[in-house]
């Protein structure tokens, strides 16, 4: 489970490369930016997380939800 897009993905090694599965893409990690999840967590969880996240990462944008 995955409460916010950007923390979205899987890696996994496929021979000599890495094999990434990014739902929602990976322009929102690049760009430091939060989103929620709406279909796998609630409002409470998501705020939670992102309140706990902003403390490690003061540059993270973080969306409302």
């Known amino acids: ?3 916010t897009r950007a923390t979205s993905i899987g890696v996994r090694p496929k021979g000599e490369v890495l094999e ?3 739902p929602f893409g990976l322009e929102d ?3 430091l930016k939060v989103g929620p ?3 796998l ?3 409470a969880v998501h705020e939670q997380k992102i309140k ?3 403390g490690l990462w003061p540059k ?3 969306q409302a939800w």
């Open 1 to 3: 489970m995955f409460p």
């Open 60 to 62: 993270l944008e973080c």
């Open 20 to 22: 990434i599965y990014a």
């Open 29 to 31: 990690l690049w760009a």
């Open 41 to 43: 967590v609630s409002q």
């Open 37 to 39: 999840n709406k279909v």
């Open 52 to 54: 706990r996240w902003q």
